[in-house]
T-cell receptor, first 114, second 112 residues
Framework: NAGVTQTPKFQVLKTGQSMTLQCAQDMNHEYMSWYRQDPGMGLRLIHYSVGAGITDQGEVPNGYNVSRSTTEDFPLRLLSAAPSQTSVYFC?????????????FGAGTRLSVL | GQNIDQPTEMTATEGAIVQINCTYQTSGFNGLFWYQQHAGEAPTFLSYNVLDGLEEKGRFSSFLSRSKGYSYLLLKELQMKDSASYLCAVRAPAGGYQKVTFGIGTKLQVIP
């Protein structure tokens, strides 16, 4: 059972470059989210999706785009990378039903923007 | 808005008991989570409270008081592998979505 799979695990970009962080889950979860984690800041929500074709902005959406064409995949696009986007990015998924709504996280992508 | 406070760092001795506190101020409330995150790894679910009281799961317990906006995570019989960050997170309704807001995490160091 793979759970939530993120690729790549590490990435170095130059300022102005674009790239896509991949996220896939095999648990048939409706909800998927992207977070960034910075020292002293905790996990901050970038974008989220409540189902295929539906996405919305979180706390820190600027500079990022998302799409959700299938239940399984939720890629995060950096349009023009900036040093302020150096961070660890986590993708998470959870079921829409059930009282707990436990989130399952991918292993993370460590991104450095030079 | 949402505000979650927890201590930044704590140190405890192997075999001892440690309590990690979390206070929150949120618009609405629909559950509180504790996640464990080892260095360089993803957060993993530890516990969930939605009603007042204590939830026990092996060496780990979590307590919630909704009227005080307060929770704690209690770790008993500490082991070296418990050295990790512990994230407090609160779920609250935001439009048609249940938004989860995370605290900055408490880095726990267990020493021999």
């Amino acid at each position: 059972n793979a759970g939530v799979t993120q690729t790549p695990k590490f990435q170095v970009l130059k300022t102005g470059q674009s790239m896509t962080l991949q996220c896939a889950q095999d648990m048939n979860h409706e909800y998927m989210s992207w977070y960034r984690q910075d020292p002293g800041m905790g996990l901050r929500l970038i974008h989220y999706s409540v189902g295929a074709g539906i996405t919305d902005q979180g706390e820190v959406p600027n500079g990022y785009n998302v799409s959700r064409s299938t239940t399984e995949d939720f890629p995060l696009r950096l349009l023009s990378a900036a040093p302020s986007q150096t961070s660890v990015y986590f993708c998470a998924s959870r079921a829409s039903g059930g009282a707990k709504g436990i989130q399952y996280f991918g292993a993370g992508t460590r991104l450095s923007v030079l | 808005g949402q505000n979650i406070d927890q201590p930044t760092e704590m140190t405890a001795t192997e075999g001892a008991i440690v309590q990690i506190n979390c206070t929150y101020q949120t618009s609405g409330f629909n559950g509180l989570f504790w996640y464990q995150q080892h260095a360089g790894e993803a957060p993993t679910f530890l516990s969930y409270n939605v009603l007042d009281g204590l939830e026990e799961k092996g060496r780990f317990s979590s307590f919630l008081s909704r009227s005080k906006g307060y929770s704690y995570l209690l770790l008993k019989e500490l082991q070296m592998k418990d050295s990790a960050s512990y994230l407090c997170a609160v779920r609250a309704p935001a439009g048609g979505y249940q938004k989860v807001t995370f605290g900055i995490g408490t880095k726990l160091q267990v020493i021999p």
